[in-house]
């Protein structure tokens, strides 16, 4: 894009992947009328400090954690779901700021991520081809009910504000409250040696609670600080007519300019299907004032990533953009060094993320998906240590997890086996961590800036 020819609408002059075809264009315009109308979702305000945190990140002051589901349901939009997700990205930022004593700045993938990418468009159902299901906001998961409908759209709204509603709601009631994390129950994780090393870090956390209350250092500003903690939304940026119907020209809360943002949720992302340099994914993101993910994988040239940094973030904005690698777990060497020198050269300040999950799916031999604990976990490590051979520094884990006790991804401390798969196999889309495999990748990481900090090599 170039500054003066951008407009919410701009990239509806580019081609665009991943489109999804309405037979009902008046009910279509109707809803996005209708969406346009609705108030934001999220504000400048929130907007801009999920910028200014992520600049910390950038500048490897501070950690992120991103995390959630593949595709959110509908169904999710539910008050166990919910605080599970919370409780599991709370406990795994809690163990991350133990080892790394950095802030960890905290960005789920919720309340808004309906929408999926398919790499085909239809699919074969009782010999008769069908629309692939694209997402809750778009068609049904049932096979009779595949044709998109607008009206999903305007669901997805409604489903966002739900979720957010009752984040907001339980976060600023104590639930993320620091003097209480025994709270945090962790009676549902099977494995006593994930219960008794987080039961460790709540102890030693609860006595330096304690003792700075006896000498006085918690005082009602700090207080304040350990009750209650950030939580920013996110979602893959696919479903362009929603995006631009949520995009609005708002006070920019610095200096009272005016900008444009996204309003539907603070933290989207391109993916790497829809990544085209010269398509309307790029042009839409180039325009929006939120901090932004670009999904980075093995089909991307050095000189492309470049080329669309330049694009979204034309005055190298620290932080404004995050780098999600996800190669694979045996490709990464092959792909992230020239990538790490190629950002370097450009003098783009990024935020480093590992997707470790996206390049790491298999068939299993039951015919599901999965993906291996192993092979997430070797990404991640590779990541750290191939950041670190090149002047450079991990700063953040982009995960597809859930609070609950799936049995999605084989391996990890259950030692989940291909047969055992079967027992509690609930995505609709990729596979995720369930709740003990999420905190082990935590331990992992934290143990890793554990060693750091105390000078002891290697990961
Ligand atoms: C995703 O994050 O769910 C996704 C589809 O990832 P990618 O674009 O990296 O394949
Ligand atoms: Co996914």
């Known amino acids: 894009m170039t500054e003066n020819t951008w407009t919410p609408s701009s990239w509806r002059k580019k081609p665009v992947t991943q489109d999804v075809i309405y037979n009902d264009e008046e009910k279509l315009n109707r809803v996005l009328g209708k969406l346009a109308y609705l108030p934001p979702l999220v504000c400048p305000r929130e ?3 999920l910028r200014e945190q992520l600049k910390e990140v950038a500048l490897g002051k501070a950690f992120l954690l991103q995390g959630g589901d593949c595709a959110e349901s509908f169904d999710y939009c539910s008050q166990e779901p919910i605080e599970n997700k919370l409780k599991i990205l709370l406990q795994m930022s809690l163990i991350l700021t133990w080892g790394a004593r ?16 398919r790499s085909k468009p239809t699919e074969l159902h009782e010999g008769e081809e069908i629309y692939s299901f694209r997402g809750d906001n778009i068609n049904g998961y049932n096979p009779n009910d595949r044709e998109p409908d607008p009206e999903r759209l305007l669901s997805a709204y409604f489903h966002s504000a739900a979720t957010m509603n009752y984040v907001r709601s339980i976060l600023n009631s104590g639930f ?12 549902y994780i099977n494995s006593t040696e994930i219960r008794e090393e987080y ?10 609670l304690n003792y700075m209350q006896v000498i006085g250092a918690d005082q009602p500003q700090l207080a304040s600080t350990l009750s209650s903690v950030d939580l920013y939304m996110s979602h893959e940026g696919l479903m362009l007519p929603f995006e631009e119907a949520l995009t609005r020209y708002l ?17 989207l992302w391109i993916g790497d299907r829809t990544r085209q340099l010269d398509g309307a994914h790029v042009e839409y993101f180039s325009g929006i004032e939120n901090p932004i993910g670009i999904k980075v994988g093995p089909s991307m040239e050095n000189e492309e990533l ?7 973030n034309p005055k190298k904005e620290i932080g404004k ?15 992230l060094p020239g990538h790490i020198k190629a950002v370097q050269e450009s003098g783009h300040v990024v935020v480093w993320a590992c997707d470790p999950m996206h390049g790491n799916t298999e068939q299993s031999s039951s015919g599901v998906k999965t993906r291996s604990f192993n092979n997430i976990i070797q990404e991640i490590s590779k990541s750290i240590r191939i950041h670190k051979e090149n002047n450079s520094q991990l700063n953040g884990i982009h995960l597809e997890l859930t609070g609950d006790h799936v049995t999605e991804c084989v391996g990890g401390f259950m030692e989940l086996d291909h047969d055992d798969l079967s027992q509690n196999y609930q995505t609709f889309c990729d596979p995720r961590l369930n709740c003990e495999q999420s905190l082990d990748v935590a331990f992992l990481i934290a143990k890793y800036y554990e060693r750091e900090r105390k000078g002891v090599p290697g990961i």
């Open 102 to 117: 950095i802030p960890v700045v905290r960005i789920a993938r919720m309340a808004g991520q309906y929408a999926k990418p």
């Open 176 to 187: 993320a409250d620091l003097h209480r994390p025994t709270e945090w129950d962790l009676q």
């Open 306 to 312: 470049v080329r669309v940094l330049n694009i979204v």
């Open 321 to 335: 953009v995050t780098l999600i690698s996800r190669y694979n777990a045996t490709k990464i060497e092959q792909y």
């Open 47 to 49: 907007i801009q400090a």
């Open 199 to 208: 039961q460790t870090i709540v102890n030693r956390l609860t006595d330096a």
């Open 251 to 267: 006070p920019d809360p610095s200096n009272g300019g005016r900008k444009w943002y996204n309003t539907s949720t603070h933290f």
